[in-house]
């Protein structure tokens, strides 16, 4: 059976208003541009960091910079974006005059799996832009997950994909290099309730809270503990990469705060990498958890803010959440 195009899966959607599927068709383009850096850096000399650093004091690789610059100009063409904040700008940037949608995004997401060639991404959060005012400010991004229209990320693995939804349900798709075209490979997603399969990153058990760790203990005895079956564990540390499995074969995604002053807020940041997984993992029947509450209803109050995350397969992430939201200060 021939495959549906993204522009086709997108005329489907009615959640979708014209202006919103042209601009995930535009952030689509972006990402193709994007794999394409991504599959020439090593004949351009690209993957080695540079000696500029982002507004968060995070060493940047040249690719994290291109890839950006790319998302920036693929989006500016589209008449529908009002404004972008991205993780590696300070600020907000203008987009078109009369646009109705800000667009938050993470260019290069898991950019240290670049130089051992291993799965990064790109994230993206579409939200509703404020009527008729003439310039946006970053307080306009300052909306809860729940507002958003749309949300996705393209995976470049040894497939790149585009996975995403426009208010409806949670589709996949894969770039066809013979055409060039997106073509629907994972419809309807979604998270089955439960798994044996968790991602964390074990090497700050020492930093953890006492209820995150207890819940990470009973993963680990397995079928002679209280969960009654056996885990494996996996972390990719590219969240893109680690959210995608658990959108095919379900799981728990867990980044936690801890002890550490740096990680009292966690490490990832809500606008452009919790909140638009959040919304695609419970658009999938999954459940996704910040420190307080649903994620989604989590309003950030800067661009970069950051917050602990709990996402995946909803009766592991309901046992894990139960286990450990006493930890939240
Ligand atoms: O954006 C940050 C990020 O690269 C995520 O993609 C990933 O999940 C995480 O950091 C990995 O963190 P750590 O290096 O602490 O394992």
Redesign the pocket.
């Known amino acids: 059976m021939r495959m549906k195009t993204l522009t086709e899966w997108l005329s489907g959607q009615e959640t979708a208003s014209d202006r919103l599927r042209r601009g995930v068709e535009r952030i689509g383009a972006a990402c193709i541009e994007i794999a394409g850096l991504i599959e020439r850096a090593p004949f351009e000399g690209q993957t080695g960091a540079l000696d500029s650093s982002n507004v968060q004091g995070e060493v940047q690789k040249a690719l994290d910079v291109l890839a950006n610059d790319v998302f920036l100009a693929r989006c500016a063409e589209e008449p529908a974006f009002a404004a972008f904040a991205s993780?590696e700008l300070d600020d907000v940037v203008a987009g078109a005059a009369g646009g109705d949608l800000l667009v938050a995004f993470?260019p290069l997401?898991?950019?240290?799996n670049l130089d051992v060639s291993m799965c990064v991404?790109s994230i993206f959060s579409i939200l509703p832009a404020p009527a008729g005012k003439a310039v946006i400010e970053a307080v306009d991004f300052f909306q809860p997950g729940r507002a958003q229209l749309a949300a996705g990320y393209a995976l470049y693995g040894p497939q790149t994909m585009l996975v995403l939804s426009v208010g409806g349900e949670v589709a996949g798709f894969t770039l066809d290099r013979a055409s060039g075209a997106w073509l629907l490979t994972h419809p309807a997603m979604q998270v089955p309730p439960d798994s044996g399969e968790y991602a964390i990153?074990a090497?700050?058990e020492r930093h953890w809270r006492p209820g995150l760790k207890g819940f990470v203990a009973d993963m680990k005895a397995g079928k002679d503990g209280p969960l009654q079956r056996d885990f494996n564990m996996r972390?990719?540390?590219?969240?893109?990469a680690?959210v995608h499995r658990v959108l095919v074969r379900g799981g728990i995604f867990i980044?936690p705060a801890d002890a550490r002053p740096k990680l009292a807020d966690g490490?990832?940041?809500v606008l452009y990498?919790c909140a638009p997984m959040a919304y695609l993992v419970e658009k999938a029947g999954g459940l996704a958890y910040a420190a307080k509450g649903p994620m989604l209803d989590l309003r950030p109050d800067t661009l970069h803010k950051r917050a602990p995350i709990l996402l995946g397969s909803r009766n592991l992430v309901a046992k894990a959440w139960e286990a450990s939201s006493g930890d939240a200060g």
Request: glycine content about 10%.
């Open positions: 993780e993470d997401d898991g950019s240290s991404g990153n090497s700050n972390w990719l540390a590219a969240m893109v680690d980044y490490k990832l940041r990498e």
